[in-house]
């Protein structure tokens, strides 16, 4: 009788999760260059070095793998953030509300495969469908949940309508990744300039203290306020 390693329950899950991660890594790559419309099962088991059908004893199909390279995504960010010492690694992106626009430039730079990703969605159009679209709504709503919260407890600018202001932090962090040549073309940098991401986040920390701020004499009040 002869012993071998490879034949035991241990390494048989080994090598399960090995090849799972294999997939998926290879779906990430797919995903952001390609976009989800557009990528495809083939190419995603031909760079993770198995065969299709093996993909599908692991996930029941495209979108399937795509919700755990999201998850991963997510994680990945939040780790970015976690090592970050400064507020920027905050839980609460509202702890400081005039720094709202930098907190999230900064967790764009901490995942561009997802800015990537995001780009190639919306050049492929809605009619394509949405993969994860329910959860990632209850997200961004839950987003602006707390913009709504932070107003009401007057931590955060009460004139400025909380859906609006939200699409608004998303534009200013992603659109100078996403659209590197316009920012090429604007500034003559590019996005992956260290210098430009310094001189971006500071703008966007000017801006915040502008808008976001609430003002020295307290929050605004309606105009129809008496005297």
């Known amino acids: 009788f002869r012993f071998s390693f490879f034949s035991t329950p241990m390494a048989r899950t080994r090598n399960a999760e090995k090849t799972r991660r294999a997939i998926v890594d290879a779906a990430r790559h797919e995903f952001s260059h390609k976009g989800f419309a557009s990528a495809r ?13 093996l993909i599908y004893h692991y996930f029941r199909g495209k979108e399937d793998i795509f919700n755990e390279v999201r998850a991963l995504q997510h994680a990945d960010a939040l780790a970015a953030s976690k090592a970050d010492d400064s507020m920027l690694a905050a839980a609460d992106p509202l702890a400081q509300p005039e720094l709202l626009f930098v907190w ?33 709504e209850r997200t961004i709503q839950r987003s602006i949940g707390a913009i709504k919260a932070a107003q009401g407890d007057h931590r955060l600018a009460d004139d400025l309508d ?33 210098g430009f991401r310094k001189d971006w986040a500071a703008f966007l920390a000017k801006l915040g203290q502008k808008l976001l701020a609430v003002p020295q004499d307290g929050p605004s009040r309606p105009s129809n306020a008496s005297d």
């Open 41 to 53: 099962m083939e190419s995603i088991a031909r760079a993770a070095g198995v065969t299709k059908e």
């Open 104 to 136: 999230r430039f900064h967790r764009a730079l901490s995942n561009l495969e997802w800015v990537r990703f995001l780009t190639w969605e919306a050049a492929q159009g809605e009619e394509t469908g949405i993969p994860g679209e329910a959860e990632r």
């Open 162 to 194: 909380p859906q609006l202001l939200q699409l608004a932090v998303f534009a200013l962090a992603n659109y100078p990744l996403a659209y590197a040549q316009i920012t090429r073309m604007a500034t003559g940098r590019s996005p992956s300039d260290p």
